[in-house]
Nanobody, 120 residues
Framework: VQLQASGGGLVQPGGSLRLSCAAS????????MGWYRQAPGNQRELVAE???????TYADSVKGRFTISRDNAKNTVYLQMNSLKPDDTAVYFC???????????????WGQGTQVTVSS
């Protein structure tokens, strides 16, 4: 199973970016999917998470600005980021809880990070 993240880049304060993360491989089902971020010198933190049923959770720092969504048919999770601030600068990682084909257990998979830089 692989998670491929894309969509990062450099944006000015107040701007927007949309991150995507597509899961591929021997997937039977995906449960929770989410986005985390890690700024230099900081621990990785949860940004937003979405269940297979569409229930969402957000970090307080991004509520009202970021929106997480998913396309179950495409095994893809998105993060729409609006009103970006310099404090949002970090490497963003996607994560998914996966049940692989032929397996009974669930396990987490991480995508590679994508850099988001908010600067004028």
């Amino acid at each position: 199973v692989q998670l491929q993240a894309s969509g990062g880049g450099l944006v000015q304060p107040g701007g927007s970016l949309r991150l995507s993360c597509a899961a591929s491989g021997s997937i039977r089902r995906l449960t929770n999917m989410g986005w985390y971020r890690q700024a230099p010198g900081n621990q990785r933190e949860l940004v937003a998470e979405i269940t297979s049923g569409g229930t969402t959770t957000y970090a307080d720092s991004v509520k009202g600005r970021f929106t997480i969504s998913r396309d179950n048919a495409k095994n893809t999770v998105y993060l729409q980021m609006n009103s970006l601030k310099p404090d949002d600068t970090a490497v963003y990682f996607c994560k998914s809880i996966v049940q692989e084909t032929g397996r009974f257990y669930l396990r987490p998979y991480w995508g590679q990070g994508t850099q988001v830089t908010v600067s004028s």
